[in-house]
């Protein structure tokens, strides 16, 4: 499992909450891929890009995509949206261009990655093409979840890997025991 401080949220995920306020993350869920006392780096795993597919990215960018899956690509977060991130099963790894989020997941940012996604024999079990990341300064995300904008949950393959997008949010909140519809979006202090 996550060998990080559990201070931190590395490995978990986050589950906007409603009247976040921001359209970029209603309805958000974001995988924590690196959290330290400097910066939060995330990426939302539920926003696929209208009409744009792994295939068809690979092949703007040169790589051949023969064997790439049809997949969509998924927009990362608001941060640096023309660069691009793949989250994937440990199968694969760039030295020292991945980075460790948990014992069986990794990112990577390296063209090679994007070349062993095409390929039947070098491909991850598992993987995902995101464009952007979320990003939060120094204690930022602390505080955002002393406010009530995210809940934190276990992250699990199944739900991080699974392109049923639109429903992605309320399973995860299923996963702490949350129905949506018992959220409000005023937060109180007793």
């Known amino acids: ?34 959290h330290d006392p400097e910066h939060a780096m995330g990426l939302v795993l539920n926003r696929p890009v209208e009409g744009l597919t792994v295939r068809r990215l690979l092949r703007k960018l040169g790589v ?5 899956p049809r997949d969509l690509v998924l927009m990362g977060g608001p941060v640096e949206k023309e660069r691009g991130f793949v989250l994937h099963t440990a199968e694969f790894s760039s030295e020292p261009g991945s980075i ?63 392109d049923d997008h639109e429903h992605k949010w309320s399973r995860a909140l299923a996963k702490i025991g949350i129905a949506p519809e018992h959220l409000s979006s005023a937060a109180g202090r007793a």
């Open 100 to 162: 460790q989020i948990s014992d069986d997941l990794l990112l990577t940012a390296t063209k090679d990655v994007l070349r062993a996604i095409a390929s039947p024999n070098d491909r991850p079990r598992k993987a995902i093409l995101t464009l952007g990341y979320a990003g939060w300064g120094a204690g930022q995300l602390e505080d955002e979840i002393r406010e009530n904008v995210w809940l934190a949950c276990e992250g699990d393959e199944d739900l991080i890997f699974d």
């Open 1 to 34: 499992m996550i060998k990080s401080d559990p201070a931190f949220l590395t490995g978990q995920l986050l589950v906007a909450m409603p009247g976040i306020g921001d359209p970029h993350f209603e309805r958000a869920v974001i995988l924590v891929c690196a």
């Open 64 to 68: 051949e995509a023969g064997e790439a």
